[in-house]
């Protein structure tokens, strides 16, 4: 058990120190070096991993982290005869140890610079998403390919021209004029939302959730709305949904990590101060003009963790919910989601019947076989929901969600 919290300690902090880390880093010695900044924020991380297993972590993890970084920055810098330029004010190991108590305004700063920076004008929305959840959030290849709905090989390519463009276009770091915010602000509110997914339903491993990605989207949320231009009805929106989402945390596995669905969550569990601050920024949404996606969907979020009992659901509304996101968003994702909601209410042929319109994009999706299998099941057409649910524990790379699929599958097994 102790090894067990150990590790998740580490995880969540290795993930809230990377974006800080290749942030300063790149501020410190520009972007045409984001290779070797990301090199070695990398062997930064796999030293503490080695250390801290065997001796305390120190009081200040995030200092001891910039400090081993920065030193490993000099060192691939020397070896390359490329440190000229950084001796005068960088290359002593020597340095007051000051440097490395990080002020939490400077990272702020920082931060917010790499954010907008992802997000740069000269750049693709696609490749502005794939350099954010790359370099803000750590993400691997994999991770990034199952957020776009991209082949792995396809995405590991995309990644590397993007960041050849990002190291030749973007030049200096650094906040856009007020003026300019707006536009680049829905490309960071989308890195943002893709990161607290990837965190609620993690493509691969052992455990269903990453929390402490749920964790960092909500934090990267909190330090736009100190940024006033960023203060919108949006940001405000997609707050509310992630702390709605994020309540149900406590809820959403079994003492074992097994996964619970809504039906048999206990809903006791649910973080109650995460949903009144949920309520707090969905009111605040509504403070500006005009409804949008997030807005919606943080609607949808509050039905679902504010029901009383699964029973008490009110799928008539949730409908609605997704019937005006589907007309903002039709994407296949959201098509999928529209369809669970449709079969409480007018059963598992209906919906089974409107899966057939995003059958081409999302047949060979996890997700979207299990979801068959559930509504053949409810049809007592055991065979295909055999078939679907066989098809679905192939795919799942996830553990527990295999696990939980194949639970299904051995029920069953005789009908």
């Known amino acids: 058990m102790d090894n067990f919290v150990a590790h998740n300690t580490l995880d969540h902090l290795f993930r809230h120190e990377y974006s800080k880390l290749v942030a300063m880093l790149t501020n410190r010695y520009g972007v ?4 070797l900044v990301e ?3 990398q062997e930064a991380l796999l030293k503490a991993s080695k ?17 081993v970084a920065n030193n490993q920055m000099i060192d691939f810098l020397r070896r390359e ?11 002593d190991k020597g340095a007051d140890e000051k440097e490395f108590e990080l002020q939490e305004d400077v990272i702020k700063d920082e931060m917010l610079k790499m954010i907008f920076a992802c997000c740069h004008p000269s750049l693709k929305a696609q490749e502005q998403l794939m350099l954010s959840l790359k ?27 993007a960041k050849q463009k990002f190291k030749t276009e973007v030049g ?35 455990k269903l959730m990453k929390q402490e990605l749920c964790e960092e989207a909500i934090r990267l949320a909190f330090l736009m709305l100190n940024e006033g231009e960023c203060n919108t009805n949006e940001l405000n ?22 996964l619970l669905t809504l039906e048999f969550q206990d809903r006791s569990l649910y973080r109650q101060d995460y949903i009144e601050w949920a309520w707090h920024f969905l009111k605040r949404s509504s403070d500006f003009e005009n409804t949008t996606l997030y807005q919606l969907e943080a609607a949808i979020s509050s039905y679902y963790t504010s029901a009383a009992s699964f029973e008490d659901t009110n799928w008539k509304q949730i409908l609605r919910l997704y019937d005006a996101l589907v007309l903002h968003k039709p994407s296949p994702v959201v098509k999928m989601s529209r369809v669970v909601v449709l079969s409480k ?6 919906a089974l019947e409107c899966m057939e319109e995003i059958e081409q994009d999302m047949k060979g999706l996890q997700s979207f076989q299990a979801l068959k299998a559930d509504l053949y099941v409810q049809l007592e057409n055991w065979n295909k929901a055999r078939y679907h649910l066989s098809i679905a524990i192939r795919e799942a790379e996830n553990q527990t969600e295999r696990r939980f699929l194949e639970a299904k599958l051995d029920q069953l097994h005789g009908k």
Request: glycine fraction near 8%; charged fraction near 25%.
């Open 172 to 206: 200096d770091l650094q906040v856009p004029r007020e003026e300019e915010i707006g536009d680049r602000l829905n490309a960071v509110l989308q890195v943002i939302y893709l990161l607290f997914n990837e965190g609620y339903k993690a493509t691969s491993g052992e």
């Open 32 to 35: 045409a070096l984001l290779d």
């Open 81 to 91: 005869k490329k440190s000229v330029d950084y001796e005068t004010n960088y290359a």
């Open 237 to 258: 929106a997609l707050i509310s949904m992630m702390l709605f989402k994020a309540a149900r945390f406590p809820a959403r596995t079994d003492a074992n990590g097994g």
């Open 345 to 350: 209410l007018e059963g598992p042929a209906k």
């Open 135 to 161: 370099l803000l959030c750590g993400l691997s290849v994999r991770e990034i390919a199952r957020a776009l709905l991209k082949s792995e090989e396809g995405t590991k390519k995309a990644i590397q021209r």
């Open 39 to 41: 090199d070695a924020v």
């Open 51 to 67: 250390v801290w297993s065997y001796q305390p972590m120190p009081d200040r993890p995030g200092a001891w982290l910039y400090r």
